[in-house]
């Protein structure tokens, strides 16, 4: 059945490879705006709490690939409903 999957997150990138990595360009970009605006209100000057912000997050290359690597089928369900970075953690779980 995994095979399967695979297969199939294959073929839904292939058509919806555009709009699946604007939606996780977005869902990326929301998270380090939030935990920079937390950073922000905790003291921070806003290149530091921005800088703060992308480091706490983690590399965004890796989560991006992470997300597009044979887990497209789990992001593709998820991706209207709870957004990228979520679908990660669906992915995760299956």
Do not use: Y
């Not at 058509?15 to 699946?20: H, N, P, S, V």
């Not at 997050?57 to 709870?82: A, D, Y």
Request: glycine share 10%; charged share 35%; aromatic share 6%.
């Amino acid at each position: 059945m995994g095979g399967l999957k695979t297969i199939w997150s294959r073929v839904v990138a292939l058509f919806w490879r555009r709009e699946l990595d604007r939606d996780l360009e977005d869902e990326l970009r929301s998270h380090i705006e939030i935990a920079s605006e937390e950073n922000r209100r905790s003291g921070m000057p806003d290149e530091k709490a921005r800088q703060k912000a992308m480091r706490d997050f983690g590399g965004l290359t890796q989560v991006r690939e992470t997300v597009r690597t044979g887990e497209g089928l789990p992001f593709f369900g998820c991706r209207s409903s709870c957004g990228a970075r979520r679908a990660t953690l669906c992915s995760d779980s299956i």
